[in-house]
């Protein structure tokens, strides 16, 4: 004889379907509206070419300070070229991955692209805001053509420069010449630190890429400086240093 089957108890009402989730709001603009600002306040100068430059690695315990002009031509920048330089904004405010695929980007739509690099030595002999100011000048008078409105970012450039030019503060968010030229500069400097961390190991230039990092003063205690340090710049680092 089989045994009896257990009593089932009153089947559970379904459950009331879950609440739709709220989509999050979104805080920042697309990047291809950002972009879009910068590209129009170089237009609004009403010029068919805007050159921009700007630098990296001002405040930096070593490495070199790197500058970079660029050239935009807005007769060529189509669609496509915009669509290719989305996100271009103040390489500060960018990730080395999102400044690595702006890089060729720029590279491609630019008209013309300027870099100059300042050493440690020249920066210890000649002042950093000098060198700083010389690397600029030498930029924009390099990459600039004839009729192009030629911005700088932050400081005027007095008659060191060969051009007209303004002085845009905050330019490299707010031209898209400047925020290029600022990309363009941090990518060159960044991969010259990270080679440098070949030849010069200690210093994890790689990973700091010569900023006054807790690490990187650290380092500086146990190690001393390089030769790509800066020896005029007054550091904690190198207060127990004999830099003769």
């Known amino acids: ?12 009402e379904p459950a009331a379907p879950a609440a739709p989730a709220k989509a999050k709001r979104r805080r920042k603009r697309p990047d291809g509206r950002r972009t879009a600002w910068l590209f129009k306040f170089d237009q609004n100068y009403g010029c068919r070419y805007v050159a921009g430059a700007d630098e990296a690695g001002r405040g930096c315990l070593a490495g070199p300070l790197v500058a970079a002009g660029v050239l935009l031509d807005y007769e060529k920048l189509g669609p496509s070229e915009r669509k290719m330089l989305a996100g271009l904004d103040d390489s500060k405010k960018k990730t080395l991955e999102e400044r690595e695929a702006l890089y060729p980007a720029v590279i491609a739509c630019a008209e013309r692209i300027v870099v100059t690099a300042r050493c440690a030595q020249g920066i210890d002999a000649r002042g950093l805001h000098v060198t700083n100011l010389q690397a600029l000048a030498d930029c924009l008078s390099r990459v ?20 007209p030019h303004e002085a845009v503060v905050g330019g490299d968010a ?16 960044d991969r010259y630190m990270e080679r440098a961390a070949e030849a010069y190991p200690g210093w994890d230039f790689n990973v700091n890429v010569g900023y006054s990092t807790p690490e990187h003063r650290e380092a500086i205690m146990a190690n001393g ?5 800066r020896r005029s710049f007054a550091s904690i680092a190198y207060s127990q240093l004999s830099l003769g």
Do not use: N
Not at 149 to 163: E, Y
């Open 1 to 12: 004889m089989s045994a009896p089957e257990p009593e089932l108890g009153p089947a559970p």
């Open 144 to 163: 600039s053509i004839p009729g192009a409105k030629c911005l700088s970012d932050g400081f005027r450039l007095g008659s060191r420069c060969a051009v």
């Open 174 to 189: 707010r031209s898209a010449a400047i925020a290029a030229a600022s990309v363009v500069a941090k990518v060159t400097r």
């Open 225 to 229: 400086i390089s030769e790509l340090h």
